[in-house]
């Protein structure tokens, strides 16, 4: 069946240096959406992705839609307290008549000051 | 911003109880959806509708859980009775579009004791 697999699971980092983490399927995605999730909150959506190749920035996020279709890499430079939270990444699927998201299990960064 | 609304944002309620949440979607989003989180995992789609009909309500357990959208705008999601197992944070998403980003509401978190 459909799976995500974000990676690294988890990260603990200092403040000021880059993070990457990257989401990976096995079945081809025509959309990729990054969400951000602090605790005790909703996911909010950070960068949509709908093209191979594309490369998306917000603020100090940068996002990219692989080139295989079946990849996408998240990246934050300069990273600040206020980065600490879950990053989810998540495709949508075809679900019979219907179009479903899949998740990724998420990548929980901690950020030392 | 346009936002998505939800109440309460937290619950603690006894189990065999009956507990209710609603969720106001971003004016004139037609799909809405209810998703089910447990800590350290992605959200679980419990019930996806558009306007006010139900499109998938696959995982929905159903012998105790019940979703509405009458008008096709707010919705609510109500479990009776509640088991302790129901503990997690339930969350509402709308989207203008089935399949394209969604945005989340803050979630109730629904503690069963």
């Known amino acids: 069946g459909q799976q995500l697999n974000q990676s690294p699971q988890s990260m603990f980092i200092q403040e000021g240096e880059d993070v990457s983490m990257n989401c990976t399927s096995s079945s081809i995605f025509n959309t990729w959406l990054w969400y951000k999730q602090d605790p005790g909150e909703g996911p909010v959506l950070l960068i949509a992705l709908y093209k191979a190749g594309e490369l998306t920035s917000n603020g100090r996020l940068t996002a990219q839609f692989g080139i295989t279709r079946k990849d996408s890499f998240l990246n934050i430079s300069a990273s600040i307290p206020s980065d600490v939270g879950i990053y989810f990444c998540a495709g949508p699927y075809n679900a019979g008549n219907n179009r479903k998201l899949i998740w990724g299990l998420g990548t929980s960064l901690a950020v030392n000051p | 911003e346009a936002e998505v609304a939800q109440s309460p944002r937290y619950k603690i309620t006894e189990k065999s109880q009956a507990v209710a949440f609603w969720c106001d979607p971003i004016s004139g989003h037609a799909t809405l959806y209810w998703y089910r989180q447990i800590l350290g995992q992605g959200p679980e789609l419990l019930v996806q509708?558009?306007?006010?009909?139900?499109?998938?309500d696959s995982q929905l357990p159903k012998d105790r859980f019940s979703a509405e959208r009458l008008k096709g705008v707010d919705s609510t999601l109500k479990i009776q009775p509640a088991e302790l197992g129901d503990s997690a944070m339930y969350l509402c998403?709308?989207?203008?579009?089935?399949?394209?980003?969604?945005?989340f509401g803050p979630g109730t978190r629904l503690t069963v004791t």
């Open positions: 509708f558009q306007d006010e009909s139900v499109v998938d």
């Open positions: 998403a709308s989207s203008g579009q089935v399949g394209s980003e969604q945005y």
